[in-house]
């Protein structure tokens, strides 16, 4: 068998890799099973494994990364923390409209298609190289597999909800992470069929590196993280005075979308709590995405922040990075649907700052830790001081155990033989 898997900005990376490495898996145990029967029957033909279910069928992987992510760099310290393999095609999209990544995607990975001929063409997520990849494979009538289908927001202002549809469409495989998502699809029209309850695969990259990212020091990671504007004087005072951080002790925010960054209103009301109220409870770290940063400094915020001594600025973080300083937080306030999942997990209190979210097992009415705010001021103020006041309290949703990408793997070779 042979298998394409995608992965097109950072978000795929934490799903895929548990992927990766159950293709890795899988093929040693057919080799090591392989060699043990040969070895068995004195000579004779191989006995194929049965208890699995490609009946001993090693697997071909090609990995393509589409180049999407916006930081190459960055890109490359998530393969080399998360142990994925270089990739073995990569297609240099970069930057653009959604229109113009998911035309040149299509365009390239097309030419992958026809020239490996997989069996089955494996997407994750809902970035523009899934939809694109997804929507190629099927055109070269190629099996699709969606990990993490099934999601909704509801927003079709979202340009990821049409991503997510229109994948959950074209593919022959749809692998969810809740059974909640499982409803939707069943809603839309999608045969049972082609419906596998998994788990989260996010969730299996979580717990690989749980002990490591908790040999991590908060403070070193804020130092070494620091801004390029910082100087180095400011580094020098920074590390002597400012940097003593510990357990419990700090909030954290990520912000990225559109609705919450992109207008001159909503990201000075944010930046107006923060600086105003919400540090003055407890200091705050800001990973910035390269999108914000660029806004805080066309909308005339950026002094704001960088004058605001309990708000502490890094440049964006690696996954083992940010997974720790969210196992140590008081609060999360983010826009991202990855964190959504790990504060669930890891009991971090989390302020949603959107009006919506594809994620429903994370929030508080479904066992999670996550409450819907958006950016409305009045309710953040409010939502903020209650979690000051809440004790961490994990929360596992179903299957939600470390082995998603095993059953992911599972459901792939059993589709073959039905």
Not at 211 to 217: L, N, P, Q, S
Not at 298 to 322: A, C, K, R
């Amino acid at each position: 068998m042979k298998i394409i898997s995608v992965a097109g900005a950072r978000p795929n990376f934490m799903k895929i890799a548990p992927f990766v490495k159950a293709i890795e898996t899988y093929n040693r145990y057919i080799s090591s099973d392989q060699k043990e029967n040969s070895l068995e029957s004195n000579g004779s033909e191989s006995i194929n494994p049965s208890s699995n279910p490609s009946n001993g069928t090693p697997i071909t992987h090609i990995l393509v990364h589409t180049g999407q992510h916006y930081d190459d760099q960055m890109s490359r310290a998530f393969f080399d923390q998360l142990g994925i393999p270089e990739p073995d095609i990569y297609l240099g999209v970069g930057s653009g409209s959604h229109a113009e990544q998911v035309g040149n995607t299509m365009i390239e990975f097309e030419k992958v298609v026809n020239a490996y001929k997989p069996d089955w063409v494996v997407v994750v997520g809902d970035v523009n190289a899934t939809l694109a990849c997804s929507l190629t494979a099927k055109k070269e009538w190629i099996k699709c597999c969606h990990i993490e289908a099934g999601l909704r927001s509801g927003d079709m202002t979202m340009p990821e909800e049409i991503n997510r549809i229109v994948t959950d469409r074209v593919s022959d495989l749809l692998l969810t992470p809740d059974l909640i998502a499982n409803e939707n699809l069943r809603k839309e029209g999608i045969p049972q069929d082609k419906i596998h309850f998994v788990g989260n695969i996010m969730i299996d990259t979580l717990e690989t590196n749980r002990e490591k990212a908790a040999r991590f020091d908060i403070n070193q990671i804020i130092f070494e993280n620091l801004p390029d504007e910082v100087s180095s004087r400011e580094r020098i005072r920074i590390k002597l005075s400012r940097l003593k951080l510990r357990e419990n002790s700090y909030g954290l925010m990520t912000l990225h979308r559109p609705s919450n960054v992109d207008y001159t209103d909503a990201l000075g009301r944010i930046v107006h709590l923060l600086v105003k109220e919400i540090v003055n409870e407890l200091p705050v770290i800001w990973p910035l995405h390269p999108r914000t940063k660029k806004q805080l400094q066309e909308f005339g915020l950026w002094n704001d922040i960088i004058h605001s001594s309990n708000v502490i600025l890094t440049q964006p973080l690696g996954y083992l990075e940010m997974l720790r300083l969210n196992m140590g937080a008081r609060v999360m306030l983010t826009d991202s649907g990855g964190l959504q999942e790990e504060c669930t997990v890891l009991g971090t209190p989390c302020l949603t700052m959107r009006w919506n979210t594809e994620r429903p097992a994370t929030l508080k009415e479904k066992g999670g830790t996550c409450v819907l705010v958006g950016n409305d001021i009045d309710k953040i103020r409010l939502e903020y001081q209650k979690a000051l006041g809440e004790s961490r309290s994990p929360h596992r949703p179903e299957l939600w155990d470390g082995k998603t990408a095993e059953r992911c793997l599972e459901a792939i070779l059993r589709f073959k033989l039905s």
